[in-house]
């Protein structure tokens, strides 16, 4: 099978993409588009998405006299694919309802639209400005979602107990992780990620020993953070080892900590939509707590307990696949 996976422009979205390649089944031919933001280092990108963006408007997503788009066209057309997976990326997906190609959403945003019951949630009473920004914006990617033939919710949301509630047209699908194994070398107190290298995070952090961060800023230094670059067994070990885990809100570093049976902190990035309603579920399901400022102290939430648990409904996305 021909599959083209594209990728949005943000971080959860490599994280996602690495990890899908890692499991998708050598067999079937794929192709990637994404952006330069969610290009995994270790991937060979055929689309780099970037050049679709206006410069000086890229939230806009314009398709109308966009000459690189007219390419990028031209050149799915002729590649021609069985299957076309879209991280809800914009271009690549209405290039797939034209061309009548076969399209499955798979994406950790999806949340937002797939909730059914959203106030109970909280997250747009809170966070109105972020999530309602652009109305043309939300209107466009309500028309991909119609023509999409599967809108699956990337989330550990679905693996809890009691999920909240998705409307039926969407389907929770399981995002990929590992188990970490008990080892004393990866016993440490507090374990994270912080893709951005946000420095109020560090700042907030350096007052606690023996706290581990991965992330691409490795040339930082603070006292009792070790920075360290990512390396997968590492990371799963350390984070099956630690006390406590935090992140920014990714959905893919949230499941990780979950199945990993982790407590998570998060420290909500106020600039991505995902993280905010990622740090806002998650705390009302009881299995994280956002944390702003140093007013709180991360070692009262070492004690609380996790049990992951699995659905046996919900699939990955390369089992998906293999069932076509």
Not at 143 to 162: A, H, M, P, Q, R
Not at 254 to 275: H, M, R, W
Not at 298 to 308: A, G, P, Q
């Amino acid at each position: 099978m021909k599959i083209l996976y594209a990728a949005a422009n943000n971080e959860n979205s490599k994280i996602a993409l690495d990890r899908f390649v890692e499991n998708l089944d050598k067999k079937h031919t794929l192709k990637i588009a994404a952006y330069k933001k969610s290009s995994p280092n270790n991937l060979s990108i055929d689309w780099t998405l970037d050049s679709l963006l206006n410069i000086y408007r890229p939230e806009s997503l314009f398709i109308d006299n966009n000459d690189n788009f007219k390419i990028y066209y031209h050149q799915l057309k002729n590649f021609n694919p069985d299957l076309i997976i879209s991280d809800l990326e914009y271009f690549t997906s209405i290039i797939a309802i034209s061309l009548n190609i076969r399209l499955w959403q798979c994406s950790s945003i999806l949340i937002r639209y797939a909730l059914e019951y959203k106030k109970n949630i909280g997250i747009f009473t809170n966070y109105s400005y972020i999530t309602n920004r652009n109305p043309n914006q939300h209107l466009k990617i309500i028309n991909i979602l119609d023509n999409s033939e599967e809108k699956f919710v990337y989330s550990c949301f679905g693996d809890l107990d009691s999920p909240p509630l998705i409307k039926d047209n969407y389907t929770w699908i399981r995002p990929y992780h590992k188990l970490g194994k008990k080892s004393k070398t990866c016993q440490h107190n507090i374990v994270g990620v912080v893709p951005s290298g946000n420095k109020k995070i560090f700042n907030i952090l350096k007052k606690y020993p023996d706290t581990v961060v991965f992330t691409e800023h490795v040339e930082e230094s603070y006292p009792n953070i070790k920075l360290k670059k990512m390396n997968e067994e590492e990371y799963y070990c350390n984070i099956y080892n630690s006390e406590l885990f935090f992140c920014e809100g990714q959905s893919s570093l949230l499941a990780d900590a979950y199945y990993n049976n982790k407590y998570s902190i998060v420290f909500p990035n106020f600039t991505d939509s995902e993280s905010l309603i990622n740090s806002t579920i998650s705390e009302k399901m009881n299995f994280s707590s956002s944390v702003y400022d140093n007013s709180k102290n991360l070692n009262d939430f070492k004690n609380i307990s996790l049990m992951n648990k699995y659905n046996n409904d919900i699939s990955f996305l390369h089992e998906k696949i293999d069932k076509l």
